[in-house]
Antibody, heavy 125, light 108 residues
């Protein structure tokens, strides 16, 4: 069973860069179609940040695209998030997730079937 | 702002049936997936595809879709079902993901 574990600094200074890594265990990073980062500010809903295919193709949330880079390291079976020029609004619990995507009949399906436990990142001086 | 619209809050009496809905144009092409999130915990997938439950999800959870609306139904709600529920889909372009704003379910 695939498991995900986020890691990285819990405190980042304003204007700095947030860097997180998601380690994939119990399976290969090539086993799911896409690998995503999702965040949740305190008391708010889920926000998709971006995703990477195990080949390296990426998609990003348009509202964050100018500040986000997601990369994959297949040799280490992990993928990473970098978010630059952070402000207090970037304070959130950050989750990594693995997803599956395909076509069933006339409809596409997409779902995130494995999630990390999340890591809290606070932006503060 | 989310392009998937959910009611912010819904309540249900213990043992009764509740439907949580999610509206969005992308749902005319994509099945929604549904996630349950309890305080301090990561989201958990409860419904995906046309109406599929991951292993370990009780069969009182079911999903359906019509037009631009997806629904999550809990038949015989239990106290442990009290949680936030989020729908999720790719957007109409297929290049981005969307989450609904979430529905807080209270079991009375």
């Amino acid at each position: 069973q695939v498991q995900l574990q986020e890691s990285g600094p819990g405190l980042v200074k304003p204007s700095g860069t947030l860097s997180l890594t998601c380690a994939v265990s119990g399976g290969s990073i090539s086993s799911s179609n896409w690998w995503s980062w999702v965040r949740q500010p305190p008391g708010k809903g889920l926000e998709w940040i971006g995703e990477i295919y195990h080949s390296g193709s990426t998609n990003y949330n348009p509202s964050l695209k100018s500040r986000v880079t997601i990369s994959v390291d297949k040799s280490k079976n992990q993928f990473s998030l970098k978010l630059s020029s952070v402000t207090a609004a970037d304070t959130a619990v950050y989750y990594c997730a693995g997803s599956k995507f395909g076509l069933s009949g006339l409809y596409y399906y997409y779902y995130m079937d494995v999630w990390g436990k999340g890591t809290t990142v606070t932006v503060s001086s | 702002s989310s392009e998937l619209t959910q009611d912010p809050a819904v309540s249900v009496a213990l043992g009764q049936t509740v439907r949580i809905t999610c509206q969005g144009d992308s749902l005319r092409s994509y099945y929604a997936s549904w996630y349950q999130q309890k305080p301090g915990q990561a989201p958990v997938l409860v419904i995906y595809g046309k109406n599929n439950r991951p292993s370990g999800i009780p069969d009182r959870f079911s999903g359906s879709s019509s037009g631009n609306t997806a629904s999550l139904t809990i038949t015989g709600a239990q106290a442990e079902d009290e949680a936030d529920y989020y729908c999720n889909s790719r957007d109409s372009s297929g290049n981005h993901l969307e989450f609904g704003g979430g529905t807080k379910l209270t079991v009375l």
